[in-house]
């Protein structure tokens, strides 16, 4: 069992920077793949970027080279930090975990978040 808490979302202009976390219980959190995924109203949860056991980390095109996940086992956090950020980055974001390979889609994380708002002003 993993209960997940995002904190770190806010109002930023378009161009400014966000650092998302996501604080793990639980002693197995090293296992887990972490994800974040967000989503607006009437649109379905999307992909954001993934960070593997191996450390191995994937993105979703729109936020790659300007996005980028990590994870301290140590702390059992994940984070998210959020570079030139544009008003279509809007939405709440959610992180979760999964213990399966199917890791891109939100079907394969069995344990989430309560989510956090970003939205980004033009």
């Given amino acids: 069992q993993v209960q997940l808490v995002e904190s770190g979302g806010g109002l930023v202009q378009a161009g400014g920077s966000l650092r998302l976390s996501c604080a793990a219980s639980g002693r197995t959190f090293s296992s887990y793949t972490m994800g974040w995924f967000r989503q607006v109203p009437g649109k379905e949860r999307e992909f954001v970027a993934t960070i593997r056991r191996s450390g191995n980390t994937y993105y979703a095109d729109s936020v790659k080279g300007r996005f980028t996940i990590s994870r ?3 702390k059992n956090t994940v984070y998210l930090q959020m570079n030139s950020l544009k008003p279509e980055d809007t939405a709440a974001y959610y992180c979760a975990a999964s213990d399966n390979n199917d890791y891109m889609r939100p079907s394969g994380y069995g344990y989430w978040g ?3 708002q970003v939205t980004v002003s033009s």
Avoid: I, L, V
């Fill in 72 to 74: 301290d086992n140590a």
């Fill in 114 to 116: 309560q989510g956090t």
